[in-house]
C-alpha cells in the first residue's frame, strides 16, 4: 500500500508562482509512475503531468512550459513547480501513483491517490 500526502496548496494572484509537494510512503518512488491531475468545481479529472519510472516526465500541452514536475528520490518525494499562473490553474491537485501505467493521461491507470491541495489563482 502507498501513501501520498500533498501540500504547497494556496491563493496566489495571475502571474505568480507556486510548489506542490508529494509525499509517498510505504513503496519508493523510483519504482512508481507519478502524476499530477487536478479538478476544478464542476470538472471532471484532469491529467497534469507523469514522470515515468525512468524519469521520462510529459506534459498536458494547457501546463507545458510553465509547469515543471521533478522527483526526489531519496526524499521519496514528487515536486510540482507551477510558474505563470492563470485563473483557469484554479483546482484542487492530485498526486497519484501507478506501478503500471499504460495510458499516463487516463485517471483508473493509477492506484493511489493523495487527499489533494488547492490551488487558487485570481487578483
Known amino acids: 500500500q502507498v501513501e501520498l500526502v500533498e501540500s504547497g496548496g494556496d491563493s496566489v494572484q495571475p502571474g505568480g508562482s507556486l510548489r506542490l509537494s508529494c509525499i509517498a510512503s510505504?513503496?519508493?518512488?523510483?519504482?512508481?509512475?507519478m502524476g499530477w491531475f487536478r479538478q476544478g468545481a464542476g470538472d471532471a479529472r484532469e491529467w497534469v503531468t507523469t514522470?515515468?519510472?525512468?524519469?521520462?516526465?510529459n506534459y498536458a500541452s494547457s501546463v507545458k512550459g510553465r509547469f515543471t514536475s521533478s522527483r526526489d528520490n531519496t526524499k521519496n518525494t514528487l515536486y510540482l513547480q507551477m510558474n505563470s499562473l492563470k485563473p483557469d490553474d484554479t483546482a484542487m491537485y492530485y498526486c497519484?501513483?501507478?506501478?503500471?501505467?499504460?495510458?499516463?493521461?487516463?485517471?483508473?491507470?493509477?492506484?493511489?491517490w493523495g487527499q489533494g491541495t488547492q490551488v487558487t489563482v485570481s487578483t
Open positions: 497519484a501513483a501507478g506501478r503500471y501505467v499504460a495510458d499516463r493521461e487516463r485517471v483508473q491507470e493509477y492506484e493511489y
Open positions: 514522470i515515468d519510472r525512468d524519469g521520462t516526465t
Open positions: 510505504g513503496s519508493t518512488t523510483r519504482t512508481l509512475y
